[in-house]
């Protein structure tokens, strides 16, 4: 046979046993033991996600718990050097709040749904733990979608108040805005007006979408809105602070010597104008609530970030107003306000606040400490008149959220976002086992953020900086704990 000949042979032979070898691959399953020696690893970058939910146990030096926008819940027992993620099993990605029982640390709560623009899944409620984390319960206010704060009674684990968001307003972008606000403290719910949603801080890099900075809002009135209030656990709550329209509770804050004199802040915007700053207080514990009077703020001012000390009766109080509204840049004017009087009058602070635009914190012993988030940590030491960096810039980290040990105000947990490259990214330190949890993943999207948890104990002397590697790919592979943390003596 001739070369040719033979060649053409052969071809016809294996394009003959092709059809055979499709379906003995379409019907014989592959043996997963070929898979057995492939293991997640880190392929970058080394910190990911926006850490939104710092907490740890008052009295406990080596016990957190960080919550973030996609990437559920994690816990640390050695003080940041590892960190394990336990709420995977809940299938809820996105969370806004966690509180531990001061009382009980065994019980901790978690508000799902997280209101910053970093978040691309909403939640479905309240849940609680009565083991440290281990396993987990749903215990209500599923329609509330986005939680922005939980309190609970530093005295009884079953007291707890909540702050729901409600669902985001629907944009439609270049409508008219409304020339009021609806009445806050009714008992029902009016017809929804539009309106635009407030900003966490006037962020330049702030998604646009939903959250951003135009556009106007119509909201769903039969959602969860306002602050809820639960005396046994969550197995039941009163609505204790209503809300109208698409105006949700943002906030709310304890006393921490006197529980029963507690604030909330709602969602307050520009286009829901002159009902005043939009912080409410409370002398019984939560129970009933009245507005504060705000004289002494511009006019038409709104509260964007808000501050209490303990143990001062609910007198001294800290606020970031502006009469801007959210958006691009730092426009508005904006300053730190205090009232020594609950609330009733303001006096004027800097102006300066640099890019201090997020959330506020007061030292739980010392009414004349504040601090006020940023690209950096903000620190007031004389009651506000002046302010001045502490911790942050220029490292690249934006310090959002700040949880203070109320028993030693030296140790405290920075929730950083730290911004980097605009990648979908997963990880596993070596060593280390993965989960899966089809729902709770970080999106992949051009503005993925990096971040990093940072626990501060300054008593000891030391910084410590627990670098989370990425928390998902497209499928959520989840590590059991984050890259070790480095020690930093200080000089």
């Known amino acids: ?70 990437g559920g819940v994690w816990k640390t027992t050695n003080a940041g050097t590892t960190w394990t993620p336990i709420f995977d099993e809940m299938h809820v990605a996105s969370v806004g709040a966690v509180a531990v029982a001061p009382s009980n640390p065994n019980i901790v709560y978690v508000g799902t749904g997280n209101q910053t623009g970093w978040s691309f899944t909403n939640g479905n409620g309240i849940y609680k733990s009565i083991d440290a984390g281990k396993t987990w319960t749903h215990i209500g206010l599923p329609a509330s979608q986005y939680i922005g704060g939980i309190v609970v009674g530093p005295h009884n684990a079953d007291t707890l108040l ?71 656990g969550g197995k039941t709550w009163t609505h204790v602070l209503p809300t109208d329209g698409s105006i949700g509770a943002s906030d709310v804050y304890q006393d921490y010597r006197e529980p029963e004199i507690v604030f909330a802040l709602l969602m307050n915007t520009p286009q829901a104008a002159s009902a005043g700053p939009g912080a409410y207080k409370s002398t019984d514990g939560g129970v009933t609530w009245s507005a504060i009077a705000g004289k002494g703020l511009p006019e038409g001012a709104r509260i964007q970030s808000f501050a209490m000390p303990s143990g001062t009766h609910g007198r001294r109080l800290y606020a970031v107003a502006s009469t801007g509204g959210p958006g691009r840049g730092f426009g508005g004017a904006r300053a730190l306000y205090r009232s020594d009087d609950g609330g009733e009058t303001w006096t004027l602070g800097p102006r300066q606040l640099a890019s201090a635009g997020g959330k506020m914190y007061a030292d739980p012993q010392n009414p004349d400490v504040v601090y006020l988030m940023g690209t950096a940590i903000y620190k007031s030491t004389d009651a506000g008149q002046h302010v001045a960096a502490f911790w942050g810039a220029p490292s690249g980290a934006d310090p959002r959220y700040l949880w203070i040990d109320p028993t030693n105000p030296k140790r405290m ?71 070790p943390a480095v020690s930093r003596t200080a000089s």
């Open 1 to 70: 046979m001739s070369r040719p000949r033979l060649l053409l042979a052969l071809a016809v032979a294996l394009i003959a046993t092709i059809p055979l070898a499709l379906r003995a691959a379409a019907t014989d399953p592959i043996d997963p033991a070929y898979f057995a020696g492939l293991h997640w690893r880190s392929i970058g970058p080394p910190r990911s996600g926006h850490i939104s939910a710092p907490a740890g146990v008052p009295g406990d030096a080596t016990t957190y718990y960080a919550g973030m926008p996609e």
């Open 162 to 232: 909540v702050a729901a968001m409600g669902p985001r307003p629907i944009l439609t972008r270049n409508a008219p805005a409304p020339a009021t606000r609806p009445a806050v403290a009714s008992s029902a719910h009016s017809e929804p007006e539009p309106e635009e949603p407030a900003a966490e801080d006037d962020d330049p890099d702030a998604p646009e979408g939903p959250d951003g900075p135009e556009g106007t809002a119509d909201a769903d009135t039969t959602t969860e809105r306002g602050v809820y209030r639960s005396t046994d």
């Open 413 to 483: 947990m920075a929730g950083v976002d730290h911004r980097g490259p605009r990648s979908a990214s997963m990880a596993v330190p070596p060593g280390r086992r993965t989960t899966a949890s089809p729902t709770a993943s970080s999106i992949a999207s051009p503005r993925t953020s990096t971040s990093r948890i940072t626990c501060v104990d300054r008593s000891r002397t030391r910084e410590l900086l627990a670098c989370p590697a990425a928390a998902t790919s497209a499928r959520s592979a989840r590590t059991t704990g984050f890259l």
